[in-house]
């Protein structure tokens, strides 16, 4: 109840500049993906609590009201740190700020008894999952506590001559705009292309162990895009890929979670 009552009420979260995981493609994306892969049983019961729409309908919900007065406290959720051996511990939450995998487990363990909770609360913490998941998988939302990650690069498309970027907006969404042009469904369909087996093995764990797979895979980003390196078509052939393949774990996850709450 404590638990419960801290997730839906809590106020007084500090907070600072905003910064937004993956964009509206990369979110609805992962959500889509979700959606193929949940159950029939889980999916309408989803549904029901968010007013009849689908799990893309809310997936950016999460940035749209992180500054408002009701929500401000959820801020500082949606970037996850990770030590030296790029595993998350509870000694790195900030009691103040919360983090991604802090709000997760949180909204996880109340939608655990969701048969007992108002539906207004059901739905609020389904937007929760759905956001979160995608957050803690976007490569400059894994704060690395081994790296310097506030700085500039030159960035540069076949549209555009180098210009300065902060290296986070890049990441979150620089790399998907300049390079895929499809619809949300598109390219759920392009990304959501392998076998149960592989599905499966992408799903397993908890949120802490994904956590960890994220941070180990997206640690190269540190070599491909240094302070004031210009980037250009050699960098997006190697980050597109390293994106794509993010935005699909956090889809089969996103599934898994919801289909282990709702099925």
């Given at each position: 109840?404590k638990?419960l ?8 979260f500090l907070?600072?500049g905003?910064?937004f995981?993956?964009g509206?493609e990369g ?10 892969n949940l159950t ?9 609590y968010?007013g009849?729409?689908s799990?893309?309908y809310?997936a950016?919900?999460?940035?749209e009201y ?15 740190p990770?030590?030296a051996?790029l ?9 103040k700020r919360?983090?991604a995998v802090?709000?997760l487990e949180?909204?996880v363990?109340?939608?655990?008894n969701?048969?007992?909770?108002t539906?207004s ?11 979160l998941v995608?957050d ?8 690395y ?9 030159l960035?540069?498309d076949?549209y555009?001559?180098p210009h300065?970027f902060?290296v ?7 790399i998907?705009?300049t390079t895929r042009i499809?619809?949300?469904?598109e390219w759920?369909?392009?990304l959501?292309?392998?076998s149960?087996?592989?599905r499966q093995a ?7 162990d994904w956590l960890?797979d994220a941070a180990?895979?997206?640690?190269v980003?540190?070599e ?11 960098f997006?052939?190697k980050?597109l890929p390293l994106?794509?393949?993010?935005i699909?774990?956090a889809g ?7 289909n282990?709450?709702?099925?």
């Amino acid at each position: 109840m404590k638990k419960l009552l801290l997730l839906l009420l809590c106020a007084g979260f500090l907070h600072t500049g905003p910064v937004f995981g993956w964009g509206r493609e990369g979110h609805e994306t992962i959500a889509k993906i979700a959606e193929r892969n949940l159950t029939k049983k889980a999916k309408k019961r989803i549904e029901k609590y968010l007013g009849g729409h689908s799990v893309v309908y809310y997936a950016k919900w999460m940035d749209e009201y992180r500054k408002t007065p009701e929500y401000a406290f959820t801020d500082g959720w949606h970037t996850a740190p990770v030590d030296a051996g790029l595993r998350y511990a509870d000694e790195l939450l900030n009691p103040k700020r919360g983090n991604a995998v802090y709000g997760l487990e949180l909204a996880v363990e109340n939608l655990k008894n969701y048969r007992s909770l108002t539906d207004s609360a059901v739905a609020v913490n389904l937007k929760y999952v759905i956001h979160l998941v995608g957050d803690m998988h976007c490569p400059a939302h894994i704060k690395y506590t081994t790296h310097d990650m506030k700085y500039d690069v030159l960035f540069e498309d076949k549209y555009h001559k180098p210009h300065k970027f902060y290296v986070h907006s890049v990441w979150d969404n620089e790399i998907i705009t300049t390079t895929r042009i499809w619809s949300v469904s598109e390219w759920a369909d392009e990304l959501d292309r392998v076998s149960k087996a592989e599905r499966q093995a992408i799903a397993a764990g908890t949120p802490r162990d994904w956590l960890h797979d994220a941070a180990v895979c997206c640690e190269v980003q540190f070599e491909w895009a240094k302070p004031d390196q210009q980037l250009g078509q050699d960098f997006l052939n190697k980050a597109l890929p390293l994106v794509e393949s993010q935005i699909q774990k956090a889809g089969y996850r996103l599934a898994r979670i919801l289909n282990d709450l709702f099925d």
